[in-house]
Nanobody, 118 residues
Framework: VQLQASGGGLVQTGGSRRLSCVAS????????MGWFRQAPGKEREFVAS????????YYPLSMKGRFTISRDNDKNTVYLQMSSLKAEDTAQYFC????????????WGLGTQVTVSS
């Protein structure tokens, strides 16, 4: 199983960025997908998730309105559209796949670095 995240890079404060994560080795449409992030010295943080139906999405309150998760089951890809980026959004962003509708994620990708700077 591989979850390959891409799209990270250097972004200016207030800017936008779209991350992608392509899954292989799983039947993508059977998995809920999530995005997490981890900044240096901090714990991993939940960013967003989307159910296998592509309709139900979940965000922590701190992300809602600025981040949007979506998926394309035909392309085995989950996206994270980020806007109004702040310095505190700087982190390594990971995608993950979960077969059950709740609980632990089964598979994790290596992540892509997003650095927000003025």
């Amino acid at each position: 199983v591989q979850l390959q995240a891409s799209g990270g890079g250097l972004v200016q404060t207030g800017g936008s960025r779209r991350l992608s994560c392509v899954a292989s080795g799983i039947t993508f449409s059977r998995y809920d997908m999530g995005w997490f992030r981890q900044a240096p010295g901090k714990e991993r943080e939940f960013v967003a998730s989307i159910a296998k139906n592509g309709i139900d999405t979940y965000y922590p309150l701190s992300m809602k309105g600025r981040f949007t998760i979506s998926r394309d089951n035909d392309k085995n890809t989950v996206y994270l559209q980020m806007s109004s980026l702040k310095a505190e959004d700087t982190a390594q962003y990971f995608c993950a796949a979960r077969f059950a509708p709740s609980g632990d994620y089964n598979y994790w990708g290596l992540g892509t670095q997003v650095t927000v700077s003025s």
